[in-house]
């Protein structure tokens, strides 16, 4: 109300000392603003000036109706989300230059009004450990640094400016290669030496192999705070990843399929393993197009859940967004739809941002343009939002 | 939290005549319908024809307001509808009336007026059996000049009846237009704190609901609301500013705020519909003279925007690339959570079958049922699919949640006559429903094929395994 009133009064005063000047009867020096003063001091010009204080009033009066104060936002949450360290430095016996924290979130995203939440979501680079088939756009935007799991996690960190590195054991299924963990184990390593920046490590999903392949590199890389992916849904063959994480230092991805139940039940079983501040979950990303509404749906159920004190729910999410490039409409070679060079990157971006306004804490990413945008709007949307950043253009006649 | 309403406080408003008009047979049932927003005040027909249900009329829509106000545009029978929302979240309930798309135009455009009006009205794509589309246009007086911008009203009105937003701070140009398409009741943009009075004159002359327009100051756009509700005028949109960039916090978090607002704590002055404009990236500096770029972080905003309660977003680009996944987030995100998009069960024929062409089953969930489709068209196959009646979800959901049972597909083969259409007696199922087989060969006395997993299999699938 203040600021409103103050406007209108100066123009106000600006306009009548015009007058006032121009018709020489008054000079005002060390003229002051405040509206009940200034009406003592003019007193003696009653008979000019009523009408004009008149005025001024009623135009007060509308400045005044004009401002209606927002009412105060009520409590919304009471629980804290787990706060998760991935990676860990050499101070900290491992051998990454940074760290990465997520989660620790007190409100919904971008809630910023009711509290501030403190860590930034962050962007993965999706590394395969063999040339699996891509749309073009993803291969054109890779080169040669898809035949080397080393240089495709530089070129992540390097040349596109993701926060960290997930490298997919994929090759390792039976049913792909069957590579052997001895020889999985070797191309984590090099990524590791490759790139200085937080890790995570996932299988193939296959059961008997994963629990093999991540309980070994578990035990190699002990120390590193790698995030080790995934302990499925129900997760009873799975807990001695759950075990290994613990002695030797990981963090675990609790995954379920779009199912708030079942991923309450896989986390309870985990937390009977591991404390909250080493499990991320993943509620499972399914894409736009693809079922993008059940799992923004779940996200934001979970983040209530976790906020309003669901102990077991309340741990930071991860979203495997390079399913984007699952969906037809993404790399479909159809000119109708426009190119999909730049289709397909608007598919994992808009899948990401969706998923970033339901709480989802850490990305998987492929595409160079999506993960540019989405670390972008991550860090305008982290910015001031009490005031706009600056003024709105003229849309109306300035395009 | 919103007040929750009982069906007794509306049964209550009614004229209580059980007259089935409706189409319901009691006004408590129509009560109840109204309650669940499954039913529309003019259904009951007697409430709006009869001069005694007056006031009746007016608490009843008192009663049933709901935390977002539902705001109509667009001339009959072309109307949309915005806003209307009761939940802050989708899985409270849904979501109502999806966001408007509305694309610009301008009074002193240089290229064709013509083809791009038809191209927003024409634009269309096919996404599960749905014609997703561009839904207004928002007509902008960018020459200042009022005779202009009426010419362009005028023009556009003989083009197209799309439904119409008149973009302009000056109420004399606003007027100029509105003389020309007033009577389709355009949606006009925008009252500020300096036109406000001759805005509202315009709504209640016209009788078009306005966008109240504040960047920057949600405590002024309240007031602005509020001094127009003293006017009388209540159909308004809220325009709090779509700031874009390092501005895009602060969008985000008042259109959350004003939507937390009228959702949780029930307040009068923020409960309306929101306008988005995404199309302010392109007056911005640093997008100008870069339409690609401009294109792009467009449609990120506008995504941004649809998830985040824009009941009307206002765009400029319109290539193909960077509406389509706008229009399938729009789509995907205002289906209804507890009812998936589904289809009719039956017999589809593909291509020109005869008695000896394959037999296929599937699931009526729209996502399968036209991936499968696409699959065997695209492959010109000839062929059956039986759709089997699984409340809308999909083979492996289904089969998991016990909805497409060997019961039920034996049920659908006899509902659906096949073995009247076929002589063989094989039937393919999806690879993902492969735990059915026995049981439906014990059911049928058919030959169960197991399919493979993935429709796009389907075609490589049949030439190798379907002989007769
Ligand atoms: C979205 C989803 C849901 C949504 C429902 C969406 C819907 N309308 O169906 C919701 C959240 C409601 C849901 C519920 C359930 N789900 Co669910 N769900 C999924 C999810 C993530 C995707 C399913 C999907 O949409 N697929 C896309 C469609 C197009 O695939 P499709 O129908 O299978 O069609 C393909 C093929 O089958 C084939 N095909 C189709 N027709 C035909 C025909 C022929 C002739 C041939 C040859 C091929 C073929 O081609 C198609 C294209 O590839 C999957 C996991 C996953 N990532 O796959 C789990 C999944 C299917 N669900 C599962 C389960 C267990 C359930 C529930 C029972 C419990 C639960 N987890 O919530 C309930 C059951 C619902 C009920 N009320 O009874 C399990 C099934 C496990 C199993 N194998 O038994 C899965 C695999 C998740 C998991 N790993 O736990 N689910
Ligand atoms: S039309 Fe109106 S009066 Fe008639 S049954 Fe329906 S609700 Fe009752």
Redesign the interface.
Known sequence: MGTRRKDLGESFLEWLLKLLSESEEIEFEDFNLEASEFQLDVTGIASIVKPMLEAAKSMEARAIELIEELPKPEAMFTNRIAEVRIGATRSEGGSRGRVIVIGGEVTMPFYSFSALNPNPPVVSGDVFDWKLPLPKPLRDSFGDAMDDPAEWAKLYIDKFDADMVTVELTSTDPSIRDTPVREAVKVVENVLQAVDSPVMVGGSGDPVKDVELLTEVAAIFEGERLLLSSIPSPEDRFKPIAEAAKRYGHNVVAWASLDINLQRDLDRAILNVLPPERIVIDPTSAPLGYGIEYAFSVMERIRIAGLMGDRELALPMLSGTSNAWGAREAWLKTPELGPREVRGPLWEAITALTFLLAGCDLFIMMHPLAIKTVKQTISWLYGRWDTPAKAIPNWLEEM | MAKKISPMDVYKLLPRLNCGRCGISTCLGFAAKLVERAARLEECTPLFEEERYRDNLSQLREVLRPPVLEVAFGPPGREVRVGGKLVL???ELRYMNPTVLAVDVWDDIEGDLESRVKLVDSLSYT?IGRELKLNALAL???S?DPSRFQDLAEKVSKLTDLPIIL???DPEALEAALLKVGDRRPLIYAAT?DNWRDLSELAKMYGCPIVVSS??N???L??????LNDEGVDRLVLDP???V?????????SF??LR??AC??G?R?SGYPLLA?P??V????GF?GKP?EAS?ME??VT??MI??YADIAII?GV????L???L??RE??Y?D?VKPVSVEPGLREFGSPDDRSPLLVTTNFA?TYFTVSSDIESAKLNCYLLVVDTEGLSVESSVAGRKLTAEKIAEAMKEYRVAEKVSHRKVVIPGLAARLKGELEDLTGWEVLVGPRDSSDIPSFLAKYWRI
């Open positions: 979240h989708r899985h996404y902008r007086c960018r200042g973009c302009s701070l704190e960047p920057g949600l405590s002024k309240r007031g602005l609301v509020k001094v500013g779509t700031y960039g390092e501005g895009l916090a602060y969008t985000v978090n959350t705020l937390w607002l949780r704590q307040d002055l404009i199309a302010v392109w007056a911005d500096e100008r690609e792009w449609a990120t995504a941004m998830a985040r400029h290539e193909v690339w960077q389509l996944p706008n399938i987030l995907n995100l289906t959570p996502l």
